[in-house]
C-alpha cells in the first residue's frame, strides 16, 4: 500500500463533498490543498491557497461555451466565474479527478460540479463519479459513463470535487474510498 504522506488532494475546501474528502484526507494524514478566492465562503482552512486575481484570469473560461457544453445556461455573476475558475485549477492540478454528484441523462453532472467533470473529459483525465441518486460509482469510458467497482485512489495527485449537498451515500463512498485506498 502506498504511503499516504506521498499523496496530495486538490480540492475547493467547500461544504459538502469538498470538505468530507479534506476529513478524510486528514484523518488518513494526506496533504490537501483548497484552492479558493477572496470573497469565497469555504468550509476547509487546511492547505488553503487563495488564487489572486491574475491565477484566475489565467484560468477564464467562455460561460457561452460552458453553457452550451453542459446544454444549461450558467449564471453571469462574477462570483460563478471565478468558481469554475478554480475548479480549473483544481483538475488541472490532479491526475485523476473524483467526484460526487448525480449524472444526468445528457451525460453532464448536475450543478457547476459538473463542470469540473466536463473539464477533467476535456484533458483526457481518469474520472469517477459517485452519482448519489444511483448510489454507484462510474467512470468515464472515452464517450460515455460506464458503472463501475469503487475505485481506489492511484495516483499521487488527485481532485475532488462535488455536490455541497452531500448525502450519507456520498459521504460512506467517500469513507470506503479511502479506506479500500489507504488501509
Known amino acids: 500500500m502506498s504511503n499516504p504522506k506521498e499523496f496530495i488532494l486538490y480540492s475547493g475546501g467547500a461544504p459538502g463533498t469538498e470538505s468530507e474528502f479534506g476529513v478524510n484526507a486528514e484523518k488518513y494524514g494526506l496533504q490537501e490543498v483548497s484552492?479558493?478566492?477572496?470573497?469565497?465562503?469555504?468550509?476547509?482552512q487546511r492547505g488553503?491557497?487563495?488564487?489572486?486575481?491574475?491565477?484566475?484570469?489565467?484560468k477564464d473560461v467562455s460561460l457561452t461555451y460552458v453553457s452550451k457544453l453542459m446544454n444549461r445556461t450558467f449564471t453571469r455573476a462574477p462570483i460563478f466565474r471565478k468558481v469554475l475558475q478554480s475548479i480549473?485549477?483544481?483538475v488541472n492540478s490532479g491526475h485523476e479527478i473524483f467526484i460526487v454528484g448525480t449524472i444526468l441523462e445528457d451525460g453532464t453532472v448536475k450543478g457547476g460540479?459538473?463542470?469540473?467533470?466536463?473539464?477533467?473529459?476535456?484533458?483526457?483525465?481518469?474520472?469517477?463519479?459517485?452519482?448519489?441518486?444511483?448510489g454507484c460509482w462510474y467512470t468515464w469510458q472515452k464517450e460515455r459513463w460506464a458503472e463501475c467497482d469503487a475505485p481506489v485512489i492511484s495516483h499521487r495527485y488527485f481532485t475532488a470535487t462535488g455536490t455541497r449537498f452531500l448525502?450519507?451515500?456520498g459521504r460512506k463512498a467517500i469513507g470506503k474510498l479511502f479506506e479500500?485506498?489507504?488501509k
Open 35 to 44: 484552492f479558493s478566492f477572496e470573497g469565497h465562503q469555504i468550509a476547509r
Open 48 to 58: 488553503l491557497r487563495v488564487l489572486t486575481e491574475k491565477e484566475l484570469e489565467s
Open 88 to 90: 480549473c485549477w483544481q
Open 113 to 134: 460540479t459538473g463542470w469540473g467533470a466536463e473539464f477533467a473529459k476535456i484533458c483526457n483525465k481518469p474520472l469517477y463519479v459517485f452519482s448519489q441518486d444511483k
Open 167 to 169: 448525502e450519507e451515500s
Open 180 to 182: 479500500d485506498s489507504f
